[in-house]
């Protein structure tokens, strides 16, 4: 089955085609880190204008990259949310013309479960499920029980800022570009880890929520009392920022393992990219199983192949009804 993929939740444009769920035979991704750079992070009525320029070309460039016409596709498939309202709608509706004009099925696809999915795309063998499910992104920070693709329970989530938009917040104040993950990741790599003591937030009787906005605060304060111009200082933040954030993630993952008593942990997202959490992660006990570098990000692929599954499990949706959700739940079994 040839399913066409589209996304558009927040800064990327992207197309993909994927067969039966598996095999990537394009994979477009128009970003608008250039447009978002200038303001610090991303903003929602430019990003919305952005996708309507490039969602067809987008989607023409895939389809040629996987040398197929629109008339071979057999399946549409467009990330539904959660995302920036305006944004959603922009490929929503791409993806509804298609599918009317051709009378091909749509399906909607979640975008956080579709990050989840990317590992099991990366890997050759089916992962053994139950598994603990960890999304790391600049909109989410969520751990899930995955019973079965289309099956989970939410077990926790972040409280305020998600584990990128901490990076990318402390990034701004430490005056580095966006996206600021990866500029911390680089500058930790010649920090001392050890050189600030932070801590992350817990939540009162909820084990596996997260907080991040506190150690944000901290490092904030903790630079008003530094000279950034001296030799690594923003080193020694950028290490010891990271090291905290990601040492709570490791412990609370390690504990949702425990609890639910499952060794593989599925990751997914952005911030999955970063090399010192796919490091720290292997020299624990847990069995990690991560996204493939090119599928880390937001991107059409993901959407593709998991709404191959959807279409498996659920059949089409109904093309009148089909809407754009800024917030999105979890498909969850009883
Ligand atoms: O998954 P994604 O493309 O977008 C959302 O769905 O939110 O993730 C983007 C986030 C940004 O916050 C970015 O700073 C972060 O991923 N990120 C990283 C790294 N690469 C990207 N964070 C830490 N280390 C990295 N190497
Ligand atoms: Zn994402």
């Known amino acids: ?31 608008q880190i250039d447009l978002h750079d200038l303001f610090g992070g991303v903003v929602p009525e430019l990003a919305c204008r952005r996708h309507i320029d490039a969602i067809m070309p987008v989607i023409t460039q895939a389809l040629n990259e996987a040398n197929k016409t629109i008339h071979d596709i057999d399946l549409i498939a467009v990330a ?38 990317a590992s099991m795309m990366s890997h050759q063998n089916p992962i053994t499920l139950p598994a603990i499910g960890i999304v790391l992104s600049g909109g989410h920070t969520s751990l899930l029980y995955i019973k079965d693709i ?22 701004k104040l430490l005056s580095l570009p966006y996206p600021g993950g990866p500029q911390i ?26 907080s991040f906005s506190g150690l944000k605060t901290a490092v904030m304060y903790t ?77 059409a692929a993901m959407i593709a192949g998991l709404g191959y599954h959807v279409y498996k499990q659920n059949g089409p949706a109904d093309l009148y009804h089909l809407e754009a959700k800024t917030r999105i739940s979890f498909p969850i079994f009883s």
């Open 1 to 31: 089955m040839l399913v066409l993929g589209i996304e558009s939740t927040c800064d990327e444009t992207a197309a993909s085609v994927v067969v039966d769920g598996k095999t990537i035979l394009s994979q477009v991704v128009a970003s």
């Open 80 to 117: 539904n949310g959660p995302g920036l309202i305006g944004a959603l709608l922009i490929g929503i509706h791409a993806a509804k013309g298609l599918a009317f004009a051709l009378d091909k099925p749509l399906v909607g696809v979640n975008h956080v479960e579709a990050h989840l999915y």
């Open 150 to 171: 289309g099956k989970y329970e939410l077990i926790g989530q972040t409280v305020d800022d998600a584990i990128g938009e901490a990076f990318d917040k402390v990034a």
């Open 185 to 210: 990741e680089k500058l930790a790599e010649s920090g001392n880890a050890d050189a600030f003591k932070f801590k992350c937030g817990n939540v009162k009787g909820k084990p596996f929520d997260f």
């Open 223 to 299: 630079m008003r009392t530094l000279n950034l111009q001296e030799k690594g200082v923003i080193e020694n933040l950028s290490a010891s920022f990271q090291k905290t954030a990601f040492q709570d993630i490791l412990l609370k993952a390690e504990a949702a393992a425990k609890e639910f008593n499952c060794r593989n942990i599925i990751f997914g997202g952005g911030v999955t990219n970063n090399r010192y959490l796919r490091a720290k992660f292997h020299e624990s006990y847990l069995n990690c199983f991560f996204p493939d570098f090119h599928l880390t990000l937001d991107n």
